[in-house]
């Protein structure tokens, strides 16, 4: 049963237009995520992060929205740039105790 | 300051052997976490280490296992090896504040034959 889904395997987007990536959890007592991009044979780079006192957190082009009584998160780049072209996976957790929880990914593919 | 580092990069081993993957964190940092990826699956958790010790551990068999070192160095080994265990492998380092993010590894990419 996956807590964090990612329901778009795959997004092409325009280069300059918005990209909006989408992910949502069941667990309601996650209250913390962060978003990675990885690019092929290279490790998850962190994003941004957005917690649950918050339902918007801006970091340059990176955006994350959080709708706590959707179980909904969103990471919006804008304008999308071809170096945007990665995998990217949302993570979720409860206390810092616990693991992060990760979604299954999206591929996002930024034409020039 | 560096970051994570994995060793081997690249392995290639049979089913029936056994592997064991190494990751030094990023200094000072007291959490190691494993994560396991495959085509379709995402990062699966196995196992976070926190001052030598298993604090959360995934659902895998017990043919999965790690342990710290007292330097917060990192080990994990699979016996048995089955083809589907071919996969990267991802270590993630954290300093583990109340919202500290993971840092990681470049991963040790295995193919069981």
């Known amino acids: 049963d996956q807590q964090v889904k990612q329901n778009s395997p795959s997004l092409s987007v325009q280069e300059g237009r918005i990209s909006i990536l989408n992910c949502d959890y069941t667990?309601?007592?996650?209250?913390?995520f962060l978003w990675y991009k990885k690019y092929p044979a290279e490790g998850p780079t962190f994003l941004i992060s957005?917690?649950?006192?918050?339902d918007k957190n801006e970091d340059g082009r990176f955006t994350v929205f959080l709708n706590k009584s959707a179980k909904h998160l969103s990471l919006h780049i804008v304008p999308s740039q071809p170096g945007d072209s990665a995998v990217y996976f949302c993570?979720?957790?409860?206390?810092?105790?616990?693991?992060?929880?990760f979604g299954p990914g999206t591929r996002l593919s930024v034409l020039p | 300051k560096a970051g994570v580092t994995q060793t081997p990069r690249y392995l290639i081993k049979t089913r029936g052997q056994q592997v064991t993957l190494s990751c030094s964190p990023i200094?000072?940092?007291?959490?190691v976490s494993w994560y396991q990826q495959t085509p379709g699956q995402g990062l699966q958790f196995l196992f976070e280490?926190?001052?030598?010790?298993?604090?959360n551990k995934g659902n895998f068999p017990g043919r999965f296992s790690g342990r710290q070192f007292s330097n917060s160095r990192s080990e994990m080994n699979v016996s048995t090896l089955e083809l589907g265990d071919s996969a990267l492998y991802l270590c993630?380092?954290?300093?583990?504040?109340?919202?500290?993010?993971?840092?990681f590894g470049e991963g040790s990419r295995l193919t069981v034959l």
């Open positions: 280490y926190f001052s030598e010790t298993q604090r």
């Open positions: 993570a979720a957790r409860g206390s810092k105790r616990q693991n992060f929880v």
């Open positions: 993630a380092s954290s300093p583990d504040t109340n919202t500290g993010e993971l840092f």
């Open positions: 200094s000072g940092h007291r959490s």
């Open positions: 667990n309601s007592m996650f209250d913390y």
């Open positions: 957005i917690s649950s006192i918050k």
